[in-house]
């Protein structure tokens, strides 16, 4: 079972590691994850396979914000990798659709094999854990806050506290009015979000429950006055990726910031790291 929260430790932090933060795979593009202290994997895309055996080894924990492909594709060749060379069983925490997902079309003997009865049941590779939108929980020193998201499939963000500001992850979303509602009233030190298409694609988008740039500057409108943080661009396509960022760029500022700057912009690359 997951712990309850207690009170946050204000002199730690969060280490942030970007392993993949691409909408699709290409040469240097990986798909989305990111790496918590070395110990926390949040969504298991192919940036995971750059990862040596021992830092492979190191993690413990896989939060998943969904069941698509682009965010588990690495999760069932990891557990390959390592789960002999742990004593504990991975553990994943996801929403029961997701987990029922992942349990009927991945891990079912046919796609690769039920790690969660290998070697044994009762000592299996994989457990699974389910969580809700809104629960809180800590994984060592960090709290982790399952948050929403509005995507084809049951999904969530996440928002993770270790001192006094959190990293918060948007997910696949597409408007999301609770999302805003409930990160205004958190000190956020950086919001992790997505843009996968351009706004040539914008109907594509809707339909898929993605954000293009047109719909991200309204999205951003929902942030509180006086809250001012780091946004990060995740998730673009590697072939509209300039695209998307010139389109956001033309509503708003990416570094060096000008004059009339209303937000800081940034974008994201496989390899960078981050202490929040
Ligand atoms: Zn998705
Ligand atoms: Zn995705």
């Given at each position: 079972m997951v712990q309850p929260i207690s009170k946050p430790n204000e002199t730690l932090a969060v280490k942030v590691r970007v392993?993949?933060?691409?909408?699709?795979?290409?040469?240097?593009?990986?798909?989305?994850s990111f790496l918590i202290d070395g110990q926390i994997l949040v969504d298991a895309g192919?940036?995971?396979?750059?990862?040596?055996?021992?830092?492979?080894?190191?993690?413990?924990?896989?939060?998943?914000?969904?069941?698509?492909?682009d965010h588990i594709a690495a999760l069932p060749l990891m557990v390959d990798s390592v789960a002999a060379m742990r004593r504990e069983p991975l553990r994943v925490y996801a929403l029961p659709g997701t987990i029922t997902a992942l349990k009927t079309h991945i891990f079912n003997n046919v796609i690769w094999p039920d790690f969660t009865r290998i070697p044994t049941p009762q000592a299996p590779f994989?457990?699974?854990?389910?969580?809700?939108?809104g629960q809180t929980f800590q994984l060592f020193d960090k709290y982790v806050e399952v948050l929403p998201a509005v995507h084809t499939v049951p999904a969530v963000g996440y928002a993770i506290t270790a001192g006094t500001g959190c990293w918060v992850y948007s997910g696949d979303t597409e408007r999301n009015p609770a999302f805003w509602r409930r990160?205004?009233?958190?000190?956020?030190?950086?919001?992790?979000?997505?843009?996968?298409?351009?706004?040539?694609?914008?109907?594509l988008a809707r339909r898929s429950l993605h954000l293009s740039p047109t719909v991200l500057a309204s999205e951003l409108d929902c942030i509180a006055p006086n809250k001012k943080y780091p946004i990060c661009i995740t998730h673009t396509k590697p072939a509209e990726t300039e695209l998307i960022m010139a389109e956001i760029q033309r509503f708003d500022q990416t570094q060096p910031f000008g004059p009339n700057v209303v937000h800081d912009i940034r974008r994201m690359f496989a390899g960078q790291e981050y202490e929040i």
């Open positions: 392993l993949g933060c691409s909408g699709a795979i290409a040469k240097e593009c990986k798909t989305t192919t940036g995971v396979g750059d990862l040596t055996l021992e830092e492979m080894c190191g993690i413990g924990h896989v939060l998943l914000s969904h069941s698509h492909l994989i457990t699974f854990h389910e969580i809700s939108i990160i205004n009233q958190l000190n956020v030190a950086m919001l992790v979000i997505e843009t996968a298409f351009s706004n040539r694609e914008k109907d």
